[in-house]
């Protein structure tokens, strides 16, 4: 690209000045030819230019270039350049500008808006009604989905970029999402998921002049490539059988035909109401649920010696060793000092030894509800730090923010770890996802599954 040598002296006096001239220029490599750059270098060491805050430069340079842009987008609307002899005959023509603030991601920038006679010209760069560029709604739902509330965003905003914006703006930016929301919620689903966690958090959401407890319930559905897809969010009164019952029908209606094996807490009814939809599958009660019930009444000095012994019921090799390790434990001085951790292994042994039928690469992913439980412990830093919810709508928008911020992080990871090692990485990794990490040791999991369930495996399995 050529520049004029009368443009390159034209000497720079400050921040607007450095912005106006880069932004003339078009591009980098324009800007280093014309000597710009090493001129803007030298007032940054000399601290001549304020680069952030009120008026520094990153300001100056955001406003110079919506203006330029906004300016082009004018000149193609009327056809003409400005200067040109021939805008005399054109039936439209420019008309000075008008002043409007917009809020950047760099703070408030002041923007003189072009216009034309007819007042046909529709800008897109800076639309008509808009007091915002989109990278600022991005860092507001960003902030909001890693748990800081309305009025922390509204604080944090002023405090760091000197954008005011009230709580009412802040919360339609963040509603924004509910669309979004609502159609991730009721997306048709796959036919097939091998294993299914189901899992609730207690979660605080006002309710009339009342904060009550409410349950958010989720499930996440494995699918037969190993991805943890979360599948849905749902939030009422408490955790129930007969809502969990809703949810599984729920899930049936967006196209969910069969799952092999759910996995679910201790939950009275729980079992009965996965059943009721998937008649075929196995309910598998979670052994970490049976392990912390059952030092519920144990006291803290005891817990790691008891849940020492309690290891070898649950490792056992089959379901007659395990049976012979309850009775031992049973006939232990702990068993004997604790008969409640007893009976809590007795009252749940037919849903608890499902999993003992299947070899170790089997057993390390149904055993257990973590694939949840790792999620909810996410989601549970980002909810404390909020109190409560104002409706059951607010506390779902938040969770699902809180998810999509999570999985990007881990999507990026496994991004990151791929390229690292050489290998390339997953379709979709660095994207926008809404699931978890791969399951570990997934594809000798699936092939026990394959050999359980053949009929009913082989025809996902390509």
């Not at 005399?88 to 216009?115: C, E, H, M, W």
């Not at 802040?170 to 509910?178: H, N, P, R």
């Not at 007659?320 to 309850?326: G, H, K, N, P």
């Not at 379709?427 to 791969?438: F, M, N, P, R, Y």
């Amino acid at each position: 690209m050529t520049v004029e040598k009368d443009q390159d002296q034209t000497p720079m006096k400050n921040a607007s000045d450095v912005a106006e001239k880069l932004a003339a220029l078009g591009s980098m490599d324009a800007v280093k030819e014309s000597g710009a750059f090493d001129e803007l270098m030298g007032f940054i060491d000399r601290g001549e230019i304020q680069l952030d805050g009120k008026d520094g430069f990153i300001q100056q340079i955001i406003r110079a270039g919506l203006e330029r842009g906004l300016k082009s987008e004018l000149t193609e609307h009327l056809g003409y350049e400005k200067g040109d002899g021939q805008g005399r005959f054109a039936p439209n023509s420019r008309n000075g500008s008008y002043p409007k603030t917009v809020s950047t991601v760099a703070g408030d920038v002041d923007l003189q808006i072009p216009r034309d006679r007819a007042g046909t010209f529709t800008p897109t760069l800076v639309p008509k009604g808009s007091r915002r560029t989109g990278g600022l709604d991005e860092m507001i739902v960003s902030l909001y989905a890693g748990g800081m509330t309305v009025r922390d965003i509204a604080y944090h905003l002023e405090t760091t970029i000197g954008t005011e914006l009230s709580h009412d703006t802040i919360s339609k930016i963040t509603d924004e999402v509910l669309d979004e929301v609502a159609a991730w919620q009721e997306r048709p689903l796959e036919e097939f998921y091998p294993i299914l966690y189901l899992d609730a958090i207690v979660i605080k959401v006002r309710d009339g002049h009342q904060v009550r407890n409410k349950a958010a319930h989720m499930a996440v559905g494995v699918s037969v490539e190993g991805i943890k897809h979360v599948l849905g969010i749902w939030v009422t009164e408490n955790e129930g059988a007969k809502f969990w019952a809703q949810v599984c029908a729920q899930l049936a209606n967006r196209g969910v035909k069969d799952v092999l094996i759910a996995c679910c807490d201790g939950l009275t009814g729980f079992p009965e109401a996965i059943e009721a939809t998937w008649s075929k599958a196995t309910v598998q009660t979670c052994v970490v649920h049976l392990i912390r019930a059952a030092n519920r009444f144990v006291s803290y000095t005891d817990r790691r010696a008891v849940s020492a012994q309690l290891k070898s019921i649950y490792t056992a090799p089959s379901i007659e060793a395990a049976q012979a390790a309850l009775e031992d434990f049973e006939a232990s001085e702990l068993g004997r000092k604790y008969p409640s951790a007893v009976a809590t292994w007795r009252n749940a042994w037919e849903r608890f030894t499902p999993f003992l039928e299947f070899a170790p690469e089997l057993r390390k992913v149904i055993y257990t509800t973590n694939a949840i439980e790792s999620m909810n412990y996410q989601l549970r830093k980002v909810t404390k730090s909020r109190g409560h919810f104002p409706s059951d709508t607010a506390a779902v928008k938040m969770l699902w923010l809180a998810i999509c911020n999570i999985e990007d992080k881990r999507a990026r990871e496994r991004f990151k770890d791929a390229a690292k090692k050489g290998r390339t990485p997953r379709a979709g990794a660095g994207t926008h996802l809404v699931e978890g990490a791969g399951t570990n040791g997934w594809k000798q999991a699936l092939q026990q599954l394959a050999m359980a369930y053949p009929e009913r495996v082989e025809p996902y399995v390509n």
